[in-house]
């Protein structure tokens, strides 16, 4: 699995956790730059993409994650 293809299953995960068909997810994407992004979706979201991938992130690496690029990252490098 390539990052382009996490990328675009982090988008429809977005999409789907945040009932919102209008958001695009880019590397960059910041819980600032989505308003349904808060706290408590974090958390709903980390759940929803731990589960579809079938990976498990430690507290440190969900605390560290500034943006959906370094998420993908650390998704790519627990399934490759």
Known sequence: MDS??????VDEI???????????I???TTAGDIAEWDSLTHITLVVAIEKHFKVKFTAAEIQGFKNVGEMCDAIHAKVS
């Open 4 to 9: 382009t293809q996490i990328l675009e299953e």
């Open 14 to 24: 977005f999409k789907d956790e945040l009932d919102n068909d209008d958001i695009v």
């Open 26 to 28: 880019q590397r960059d």
